[in-house]
């Protein structure tokens, strides 16, 4: 599969199946910057947004996990370290330029199928389910 290919699955998964869930809030596409919105509720914050960027070999995808906590920088980032070892997917936490927690991963083109990006979206679901409210409370207690 090339990216024009992984443009069109995508475009066509995420305006389609993925845009006709209860959960799903928006689906939006941006030109200038060839990426893809989708946000969606969660039970555990208000929404989620999943970035998906089309890169030359792979679908890059990327959500604004939580802000840089004033406090308990070590504690919290000890903590999602490990988390990065039960992460299924090749999803994993990061720490940004500005300092803030992201959630990140990519999927090489050649293993993309509507079934992949479905599991990539639950994957990202319920890292944030699974793990937001504790990130929170460790970094802002």
Not at 4 to 15: F, G, I, P, S, W
Not at 30 to 44: A, H, I, Q, V
């Amino acid at each position: 599969m090339d990216q024009k290919e992984a443009a069109d699955l995508v475009r066509d998964h995420l305006t389609g199946p993925v845009a006709a869930q209860e959960w799903v809030q928006h689906v939006e596409f941006d030109p200038e910057l060839d990426r893809w919105y989708l946000r969606f509720t969660c039970d555990g914050r208000d929404a989620t947004t999943i970035y998906f960027d089309l890169r030359p070999r792979s679908l890059r995808y990327e959500i604004y996990f939580m802000p840089d906590p004033p406090k308990n920088h070590l504690e919290l980032y000890r903590w999602l370290l490990r988390r990065n070892h039960h992460e299924p997917y090749n999803a994993r936490f990061s720490i940004g330029p500005d300092g803030d927690i992201y959630l990140t991963g990519r999927v090489l083109y050649q293993h993309l199928d509507e079934e992949e990006l479905d599991r990539l979206i639950g994957v990202c679901y319920e890292t944030v389910e699974t793990w937001f409210q504790t990130a929170i409370t460790l970094g802002f207690r």
